[in-house]
C-alpha cells in the first residue's frame, strides 16, 4: 500500500509592510491652467482699458476735445480685433458634384475649390468661376453608387455666405471640385 505524501502546512500570516503614501502627480495642472486663463482675460481687458484711456488723451485738465470720440473709436477697435462668432459663423453644406469619380477621390478632412460651370446659351463653352476655396470636406454619404446620373453628395464645412451660394449655383450650374 502506497504512503500518502506528507502535506507542507501552510505559512504563517504576516502582517502588510509600512509603507508611504501615494502621491499623484499632475493632478493640479487643472487648476493651474484654470488661473492662467483668468489671468489672460484679465491682463485683454486692462490691454483694452489702457488702449482706450491712451486714445481718449484722458488724464488731466488739459484733455484734448474729442476724447469721447476717440475713446469709442478705440473701444471699437479692439471689439473688432476679437474674433466675432456671428461673422465666422460655420455651416455643413450639402452640395451634388456632378462628377461622382472625383468624389470617390475624396476622405472626410480633404480641402477641396468648388467651381461652378454654367452652359452657355448658344452651346459654346461654358463659363467657369471659381465659388469656394480651400474649403473642408466634411463627409460623404455612401450612396455613390446610385447617384452616377445627378452627381454624387458631399457635405463641405463653409461660411453662411458660401453656402448661399452654393445652393444658388448648384441650380443652374454644374459643380466640380479640385483638391487643394
Known amino acids: 500500500?502506497?504512503?500518502?505524501?506528507?502535506?507542507?502546512?501552510?505559512?504563517?500570516?504576516?502582517?502588510?509592510?509600512?509603507?508611504?503614501?501615494?502621491?499623484?502627480r499632475g493632478g493640479?495642472?487643472?487648476?493651474?491652467?484654470?488661473?492662467?486663463?483668468?489671468?489672460?482675460?484679465?491682463?485683454?481687458g486692462l490691454a483694452v482699458t489702457a488702449a482706450a484711456l491712451?486714445?481718449?488723451?484722458?488724464?488731466?485738465?488739459?484733455?484734448?476735445?474729442g476724447a469721447q470720440e476717440r475713446a469709442e473709436a478705440a473701444a471699437r477697435a479692439a471689439a473688432d480685433a476679437q474674433p466675432d462668432v456671428e461673422k465666422v459663423r460655420l455651416v455643413t453644406a450639402p452640395v451634388r458634384i456632378a462628377d461622382v469619380e472625383t468624389v470617390r477621390l475624396l476622405r472626410p478632412g480633404d480641402r477641396v475649390d468648388v467651381i461652378a460651370a454654367a452652359p452657355s446659351p448658344g452651346g459654346g463653352e461654358s463659363d467657369a468661376r471659381v465659388l469656394a476655396t480651400g474649403v473642408l470636406v466634411e463627409s460623404i454619404p455612401r450612396a455613390l453608387e446610385s447617384a452616377a446620373e445627378g452627381g454624387a453628395l458631399v457635405l463641405l464645412t463653409v461660411t453662411r455666405g458660401v453656402a448661399t451660394e452654393l445652393a444658388g449655383a448648384s441650380t443652374n450650374s454644374r459643380l466640380a471640385l479640385t483638391l487643394c
Open 28 to 44: 493640479g495642472h487643472r487648476l493651474r491652467r484654470a488661473l492662467l486663463r483668468r489671468r489672460r482675460a484679465v491682463a485683454a
Open 54 to 65: 491712451a486714445a481718449s488723451g484722458a488724464g488731466g485738465p488739459g484733455a484734448a476735445a
Open 1 to 24: 500500500m502506497p504512503v500518502p505524501a506528507p502535506v507542507a502546512a501552510a505559512p504563517a500570516p504576516c502582517g502588510v509592510p509600512a509603507f508611504d503614501p501615494l502621491r499623484v
